[in-house]
């Protein structure tokens, strides 16, 4: 353990997409640092190692729900069960979401309506579904994780990056509404992070050598850089920070 966070100790925690990459790191650190985590996932196999993972190192052991962001209502159900059951969510993560590479010709109105689902539309509900209990509960954090992607103008994945770019401006806007009740919005926004997705279908030795070649810090962004800055973010050590997206990418642009 890098830094203690002695606040999120049993705080209350829901994840989006924390079975794999990105997410599992977050869902683990969150484990590491004592907190009560929920994560949702449609990965069971993944989410299932992830949590066999977490006992071996003698974390607190998350619950995995296993849900599929893109209904709706059974996200909202599946949420509002856990404030039910064990009371109010303290900080939410929306992580969940999918950079697969599409060209502009070969995109139709329900592959763009799906992208804009998976990439976007659950960052807005499950701010909603949180919001009346954190209210309530004087007090939250939430970080949306965006991407790196649109602000260096990457080609390739057009839906993608209008949907994180689309991130900006919701953290933006939740920040500005719901900071007269204490609640604290902000959004990570990685770079190019080594993912065991992204290592098995993007990673070439050309495109190695070229990040390497415009990144300043010379080794390769991994999950575990950006669930550091996500536990900060979740941290009261953050107490003052909202309404911000922040870069964590080893300087590549």
Not at 10 to 17: A, E, L, P
Request: charged residues 25%; neutral net charge.
């Amino acid at each position: 353990m890098s830094a203690k966070y002695y606040d999120l100790e049993n705080k209350r925690i829901f994840v989006t997409g924390g079975g794999s990459g990105i997410g599992a790191s977050i869902v683990e650190h969150f484990c590491e640092q004592n907190s009560e985590v929920y994560f949702i996932d449609i990965n069971v196999k993944e989410s299932n190692k992830l949590i066999s993972d977490i006992k071996n190192k003698n974390y607190k052991i998350p619950i995995f729900i296993e849900c599929d962001l893109l209904n709706i209502k059974k996200l909202q159900d599946t949420i509002s069960k856990i404030i039910s059951e064990k009371g109010p969510i303290n900080i939410l993560i929306n992580n969940a979401a999918n950079d697969e590479r599409h060209a502009i010709d070969d995109v139709t109105e329900e592959y763009w309506n799906e992208r804009m689902n998976i990439n976007l539309r659950h960052y807005f509900f499950t701010v909603q579904s949180v919001k009346k209990s954190m209210v309530k509960n004087n007090g939250g954090a939430i970080v949306n994780i965006g991407s790196a992607s649109w602000m260096i103008g990457q080609g390739g994945m057009a839906a993608y990056t209008a949907a994180k770019s689309g991130v900006v401006g919701l953290t933006r806007s939740f920040a500005r509404d719901l900071g007269e009740h204490n609640i604290r919005v902000n959004s990570v926004v990685p770079g190019w992070t080594m993912t065991e997705r992204q290592i098995q279908k993007w990673l070439t030795p050309e495109s190695e050598k070229d990040l390497m070649k415009n990144q300043c810090l010379k080794h390769k962004l991994m999950p575990s850089d950006i669930a550091k800055a996500v536990l900060f973010f979740s941290s009261d050590q953050s107490s003052g920070c909202t309404n911000q997206s922040y870069v964590v990418d080893k300087g590549w642009f």
